[in-house]
């Protein structure tokens, strides 16, 4: 007879939408490979640290070296929770149960992980764009603050 945990049915539409709302925190995985996916625990790490990033930022402004380097990590993490409801929604049904649910009736879902699919895209797109602007930008300043340093450096050595 087999194991519980293999015949529980598991829900396109819900894996899509726990991926949408609570992807940062590996609440998909944990739902589609149960409480002792390590991976889906491993998801709390680098949310965590970006919103510590994040508080940094509001208690000591942009110009903390350590909170703009920790605020990619929560961008990066909702642009995965984004990617993941992308795949779930996008995966056909036949697919998915063959995958998720062996040995049960097939279903066929409706609109449900295509809606989830729509807000992942814009979601995501969004906060990718603003990670990807946003480490950039910070790069930029903090090359620019460098080699203003040397050339301060430099010209008071040459006074000198």
């Given at each position: 007879?087999?194991?519980?945990?293999?015949?529980?049915?598991?829900?396109?539409?819900l894996?899509?939408w726990?991926a949408?709302l609570?992807?940062?925190l590996?609440?998909h995985?944990l739902?589609?490979n149960?409480?002792s996916?390590a991976?889906?625990?491993?998801?709390?790490?680098?949310?965590?640290?970006g919103?510590?990033?994040?508080v940094r930022?509001?208690?000591?402004?942009?110009d903390?070296?350590v909170?703009w380097?920790?605020?990619?990590?929560?961008?990066?993490?909702?642009?995965?929770?984004?990617?993941c409801?992308?795949?779930?929604?996008?995966?056909p049904?036949?697919k998915w149960?063959?995958?998720?649910?062996?040995?049960?009736p097939r279903t066929?879902?409706a609109w449900?992980?295509?809606?989830g699919?729509?807000a992942a895209?814009?979601?995501?797109?969004?906060?990718?764009?603003g990670?990807v602007a946003f480490?950039i930008?910070?790069?930029?300043e903090?090359?620019?603050?460098?080699s203003k340093n040397?050339q301060?450096g430099?010209?008071?050595t040459?006074?000198a």
């Amino acid at each position: 007879m087999p194991a519980a945990s293999s015949t529980r049915y598991r829900s396109k539409t819900l894996a899509t939408w726990l991926a949408v709302l609570g992807g940062t925190l590996g609440l998909h995985r944990l739902y589609l490979n149960g409480p002792s996916d390590a991976l889906g625990w491993l998801h709390l790490l680098p949310t965590a640290l970006g919103l510590a990033g994040v508080v940094r930022m509001r208690q000591l402004g942009q110009d903390d070296t350590v909170a703009w380097l920790l605020i990619p990590l929560l961008g990066l993490m909702i642009s995965l929770g984004m990617l993941c409801a992308i795949l779930y929604g996008l995966t056909p049904d036949e697919k998915w149960d063959a995958r998720r649910n062996p040995g049960l009736p097939r279903t066929r879902t409706a609109w449900g992980p295509v809606l989830g699919v729509i807000a992942a895209l814009m979601l995501g797109s969004a906060v990718l764009m603003g990670t990807v602007a946003f480490s950039i930008q910070k790069l930029f300043e903090w090359e620019l603050s460098s080699s203003k340093n040397a050339q301060a450096g430099t010209s008071m050595t040459v006074r000198a």
